[in-house]
């Protein structure tokens, strides 16, 4: 049995929550879904994704953490949204980007991701996406278009982010931290280019409204700022 919960307040965003995903409006046409993975380092950590939808179509950046969680998003999008998944990009290799990319393959939902995400998800013994791209590309959802980009490497070699112009909604994924967040996890890191590659997508994007960060609050452009701050000092 599928059991949502939609709650609607004055003053507040809507959002569904299912069992293992939350899907939170952020602005008109996009959504913020929230999954949760579970870490020797850092607990259980809540994961950000992004859906962003236009007439009847919709692209994901980043899957759930697992393949449940893929299954119960995707059933969100159809069925509440009433729109179909054309699209989800995995913005890194790592679990929260596409431990979930399974499902959505099973389902009959195309993928694509940077290049270097194919490569180092098979070598992470992952579920590699089906196509790629080189640095950057543009995707149209509906009759609007999204745009990913890699700007450089941070988080990891293939992190690439991705905007959609239409509402100024920047998905960071783990590039960026919300504020007040600490500098989490490194092992895959580049920390000497980090904020070097968040200047380029400042840069990029200068009239973004909207940030959200691969885990914690969305939020405006100060992300951005916060972020570069955090990882000055480690050159």
Same mark, same amino acid.
């Given at each position: 049995? !599928?059991?949502?919960?939609?709650?609607?307040?004055?003053?507040?965003? =809507?959002?569904?929550?299912?069992?293992?995903?939350?899907?939170?409006?952020?602005?008109? &046409?996009?959504?913020?879904?929230?999954?949760?993975?579970?870490?020797?380092?850092?607990? *259980?950590?809540?994961?950000?994704?992004?859906?962003?939808?236009?007439?009847? %179509?919709?692209?994901?950046?980043?899957? +759930?953490?697992?393949?449940?969680? @893929?299954?119960?998003?995707?059933?969100?999008? %159809?069925?509440?949204? !009433?729109?179909? #998944?054309? /699209?989800?990009? +995995?913005? *890194?290799?790592?679990?929260?980007?596409?431990?979930?990319?399974?499902?959505? *393959?099973? @389902?009959?939902?195309?993928? #694509?991701?940077?290049?270097?995400?194919?490569?180092?998800?098979? &070598?992470?013994?992952?579920?590699? =996406?089906?196509?790629?791209?080189?640095?950057?590309?543009?995707?149209?959802?509906?009759?609007?278009?999204?745009?990913?980009?890699?700007?450089?490497?941070?988080?990891? !070699?293939?992190? /690439?982010?991705?905007?959609? +112009? $239409?509402?100024?909604?920047?998905?960071?994924?783990?590039? #960026?931290?919300?504020?007040?967040? $600490?500098?989490?996890?490194?092992?895959?890191? &580049? /920390?000497?280019?980090? $904020?070097?590659?968040?200047k380029k997508v400042k840069r990029a994007f200068?009239?973004?409204?909207?940030?959200? +960060?691969?885990?914690?609050?969305?939020?405006?452009?100060?992300?951005?700022?916060?972020?570069?701050?955090?990882?000055?000092?480690? #050159?």
């Amino acid at each position: 049995m !599928r059991t949502y919960l939609l709650v609607v307040l004055l003053g507040f965003s =809507p959002f569904i929550q299912a069992q293992q995903v939350l899907l939170k409006q952020l602005s008109e &046409n996009t959504f913020v879904h929230t999954s949760y993975l579970q870490t020797d380092d850092f607990g *259980h950590v809540a994961c950000n994704g992004l859906v962003i939808r236009n007439g009847k %179509q919709a692209l994901i950046f980043d899957t +759930p953490t697992d393949d449940k969680g @893929a299954k119960e998003l995707i059933r969100l999008v %159809q069925d509440s949204l !009433r729109c179909k #998944i054309v /699209v989800v990009i +995995p913005t *890194h290799f790592h679990t929260d980007c596409l431990g979930g990319l399974q499902a959505f *393959h099973e @389902a009959g939902i195309a993928s #694509i991701a940077n290049e270097l995400t194919l490569e180092l998800a098979k &070598n992470s013994q992952m579920t590699v =996406p089906e196509f790629s791209f080189h640095k950057s590309f543009t995707f149209k959802v509906g009759q609007e278009k999204v745009l990913i980009k890699f700007l450089g490497q941070g988080h990891t !070699r293939d992190n /690439v982010v991705g905007y959609f +112009p $239409s509402e100024k909604v920047l998905f960071g994924g783990c590039l #960026i931290k919300e504020i007040g967040a $600490s500098k989490g996890y490194l092992g895959d890191a &580049n /920390v000497e280019t980090w $904020s070097k590659t968040v200047k380029k997508v400042k840069r990029a994007f200068p009239h973004v409204k909207h940030v959200v +960060p691969g885990h914690g609050e969305a939020g405006d452009s100060s992300l951005l700022d916060y972020t570069r701050k955090l990882f000055l000092s480690l #050159i």
